[in-house]
């Protein structure tokens, strides 16, 4: 029996307030190919990686009609009512690093009574080691999800590892491709993401945010377009900027296990998603995004044999300051059990600074999760 006809999804008109937009550089992949492309492409990364982490790609071979038809299917998913979504949710599994599924709004308090308005669903990589059961209406899709999910890695995050290659001065590049294959066993996923508009009222006792700075734990996040203005990042004068939904791009923040692989020399972006401006303060916001992080079984360290790290001296990490050699397995469960666990709720001042207990912040012994106000 054939699944229900989705709808196609409409998106939202842009925000006509007068924001303080980040001036990002986009890269276009429509040069990889060409003589020459690569290295100009690494160019323009070059800057964007050491000193803010984000940027924008465009012509990078997934059709606009191919996202949309996610978003639709996420608009699907949390239109199910709270009962059925719930089948797909098990807080001690949340609460022990396994992140996949379905995860309610309200898990957390941020603040002075007001609790989170996000809701969560990842499905993770299609690589034989996830098996789950999921809502009717993404099994009715499921192959058209995994093609998609597929599309991702192949048509933007093997390219974005080449050119980090390049950066890095390998010997080969697709050294980092093989550490980040998509049949081998990983924790890359596709994310629906649903933030519940909230009142002035509410959102002023929380600094006007749905979440305070921080930053991801991977290799690399794709967030497609979607034009609800909310997403902002810490700039390299320690600036907060709007970043612009741009048509046909997605939009590219570098993280964690990046920053440890090159000793720093790639920045962990530090962003935080805002209340909407006023014209779109009424409007839930739905996000697509594709979290990609290295195969499970690689460790962690400083990349040995590039020469650029080599002449910079970036042969440490966070980790191995700890005599830590984490893989990706362990740092994922790690950061995600301190991330996930029932914690008590910030203390937020009248400037909007979040601030916890430091045993709420706990990663490993020495190794704090960093708040940015």
Same mark, same amino acid.
């Given at each position: 029996?054939?699944?229900?006809?989705?709808?196609?999804?409409e998106?939202?008109p842009?925000?006509?307030?007068?924001?303080d937009w980040?001036d990002?550089?986009t890269?276009?992949?429509?040069?990889?190919?060409?003589? %020459?492309?690569k @290295? &100009?492409?690494?160019?323009?990364?070059?800057?964007?990686?050491? #000193?803010v %982490?984000?940027?924008?790609?465009?012509?990078?071979?997934?059709?606009? &009609?191919?996202?949309?038809?996610?978003?639709?299917?996420?608009?699907e !998913?949390? /239109?199910?009512?709270?009962?059925?979504?719930?089948?797909y949710?098990?807080?001690h599994?949340?609460? /022990?690093?396994?992140?996949?599924?379905?995860?309610?709004?309200?898990?957390?308090?941020?603040?002075n009574?007001?609790?989170?308005?996000?809701?969560?669903?990842?499905?993770?990589?299609?690589?034989g080691?996830?098996?789950?059961?999921?809502?009717?209406?993404?099994?009715?899709n499921?192959k058209?999800?995994?093609?998609?999910?597929?599309?991702?890695? @192949?048509?933007? $995050?093997?390219?974005?590892?080449?050119?980090f290659a390049?950066?890095?001065?390998l010997?080969? @590049?697709?050294?980092? $491709?093989?550490?980040?294959?998509?049949d081998?066993?990983?924790?890359?996923?596709?994310? +629906?993401?649903?933030?519940?508009?909230?009142?002035?009222?509410? #959102?002023?006792?929380?600094?006007?945010?749905?979440?305070p700075?921080?930053?991801?734990?991977?290799t690399?996040?794709?967030? !497609?377009?979607?034009?609800?203005?909310?997403?902002q990042?810490?700039? /390299?004068?320690g600036?907060?900027?709007?970043?612009?939904?741009q048509?046909?791009?997605?939009?590219?923040?570098?993280?964690?296990?990046?920053?440890?692989l090159? %000793?720093?020399?790639?920045?962990?972006? $530090?962003?935080?998603?805002?209340?909407?401006?006023?014209d779109?303060?009424?409007?839930?916001?739905? %996000?697509?995004?594709? !979290?990609?992080?290295p195969?499970?079984? $690689?460790?962690?360290?400083?990349?040995?044999?590039?020469?650029l790290?080599?002449?910079?001296?970036?042969?440490?990490n966070?980790?191995?300051?700890?005599?830590?050699?984490?893989?990706?397995?362990?740092?994922?469960?790690?950061?995600?059990?301190?991330?996930?666990?029932?914690?008590? /709720?910030?203390?937020?001042? &009248?400037?909007?600074? +979040?601030?916890?207990?430091?045993?709420?912040? @706990?990663?490993?012994?020495?190794?704090?999760a960093?708040?940015?106000n």
């Amino acid at each position: 029996m054939p699944g229900r006809i989705i709808e196609r999804y409409e998106h939202v008109p842009v925000t006509k307030a007068d924001l303080d937009w980040a001036d990002l550089v986009t890269l276009d992949l429509s040069l990889y190919d060409q003589p %020459g492309g690569k @290295e &100009e492409l690494v160019k323009q990364l070059d800057h964007a990686v050491r #000193n803010v %982490g984000f940027f924008y790609v465009k012509n990078f071979n997934i059709s606009q &009609e191919e996202v949309d038809r996610q978003f639709a299917l996420g608009r699907e !998913f949390y /239109s199910l009512p709270l009962g059925e979504k719930l089948k797909y949710y098990n807080q001690h599994d949340l609460e /022990s690093g396994e992140y996949n599924g379905y995860r309610p709004a309200g898990h957390r308090v941020l603040g002075n009574g007001v609790k989170d308005n996000v809701q969560v669903y990842n499905i993770p990589k299609f690589d034989g080691y996830h098996g789950r059961k999921q809502p009717l209406v993404l099994a009715d899709n499921i192959k058209e999800i995994e093609a998609f999910s597929r599309k991702c890695h @192949e048509e933007v $995050v093997v390219k974005l590892l080449r050119l980090f290659a390049l950066l890095l001065e390998l010997p080969d @590049e697709d050294q980092l $491709v093989r550490d980040h294959q998509y049949d081998v066993k990983g924790e890359d996923h596709l994310r +629906y993401m649903h933030y519940a508009a909230r009142s002035p009222e509410e #959102n002023a006792k929380v600094g006007d945010l749905y979440g305070p700075g921080h930053t991801d734990l991977g290799t690399v996040t794709l967030l !497609f377009r979607q034009p609800v203005a909310a997403l902002q990042i810490l700039n /390299s004068a320690g600036e907060w900027k709007w970043v612009r939904p741009q048509d046909g791009t997605i939009t590219i923040n570098t993280c964690d296990a990046l920053t440890a692989l090159t %000793g720093g020399l790639i920045k962990s972006s $530090v962003h935080r998603v805002h209340a909407p401006p006023a014209d779109q303060a009424h409007v839930d916001r739905l %996000g697509v995004l594709y !979290f990609a992080r290295p195969n499970n079984h $690689v460790v962690l360290d400083p990349i040995a044999n590039s020469p650029l790290l080599n002449r910079l001296g970036l042969t440490t990490n966070a980790f191995t300051e700890l005599d830590q050699h984490l893989t990706t397995e362990q740092w994922v469960k790690v950061r995600q059990t301190q991330q996930q666990r029932p914690k008590v /709720s910030a203390k937020i001042d &009248e400037a909007g600074k +979040y601030s916890y207990e430091k045993k709420d912040l @706990e990663i490993l012994p020495g190794l704090h999760a960093v708040i940015h106000n």
